[in-house]
């Protein structure tokens, strides 16, 4: 299995746009999901297959996905989205087919 | 509206068996298409898939776990277990059971179920 790079922590001011990226070698022909997790909650599903946003999920959130880099951008971020954010692909390519998460990144509203 | 919950010890003893149970309503774990998956989180740490029961129960599981780990589903109950044989320490976590679709990402968790391995 491989591993999904992200960064530990993103520090953004309120109204302001932050951007939570996922590196792999060619992630782009991937499809890439991604979650936010409050503390003591389960994952919420925010966009899924790189820039789909389920039902209830703001249009603040907003996803990209090339060559190397998956990118979630969130715009005019608000206190409450302060969590975690993890990103998730599936492993199709090797013997063991897989889940496989990023490390998470904390996004702090400033 | 589809709903799990994940029941079982939060206390288990090294080298014994965990088990967990996830009740699913608002769907069938028979119904085709969907994978009902185990995950869990270290404290402080990011996600790891555990296995997973396909509604045609298959079964697939995270070689990292080896042997170890056995899920099975109960359609009558509608719901689907885990088993985690030998624990360790190292397998303190937070454990979620999760519905996956063919999309391959996961909508619906439980609230998830803290258990500690301990003497």
């Known amino acids: 299995s491989y591993v999904l790079t992200q960064p530990p922590s993103v520090s953004v001011a309120p109204g302001q746009t932050a951007s939570i990226t996922c590196g792999k070698d060619n992630i782009g022909s991937q499809s890439v999901h991604w979650y936010q997790q409050k503390p003591g909650q389960a994952p919420v599903l925010v966009v899924y297959?790189?820039?789909d946003r389920p039902s209830g999920i703001p249009e603040r959130f907003s996803g990209s996905n090339s060559g190397n880099t998956a990118t979630l951008t969130v715009s005019r971020v608000e206190a409450g989205d302060e969590a975690d954010y993890f990103c998730q692909v599936w492993d199709s390519s090797s013997e063991h087919r897989s889940w496989v998460f990023g490390g998470g990144t904390k996004l702090t509203v400033l | 509206q589809v709903q799990l919950q994940e029941s079982g010890p939060g206390l288990v003893k090294p080298s014994q068996t965990l088990s967990l149970t996830c009740t699913v309503s608002?769907?069938?774990?028979?119904?085709?298409?969907?994978?009902w998956t185990w995950i869990r989180q270290h404290p402080g740490k990011g996600l790891e898939w555990i296995g997973y029961i396909f509604y045609s129960g298959r079964t697939y599981y995270n070689p990292s776990l080896g042997s170890r780990v056995t899920i099975s589903g109960d359609t009558s109950k509608n719901q689907f277990s885990l088993k985690l044989t030998s624990v360790t320490a190292a397998d303190t976590a937070v454990y979620y059971c999760?519905?996956?679709?063919?999309?391959?990402?996961?909508?619906?968790w439980g609230q998830g179920t803290l258990v500690t391995v301990s003497s």
């Open positions: 999760a519905r996956g679709g063919s999309g391959r990402y996961f909508q619906h």
């Open positions: 608002g769907d069938s774990i028979s119904r085709g298409g969907y994978y």
């Open positions: 297959d790189d820039s």
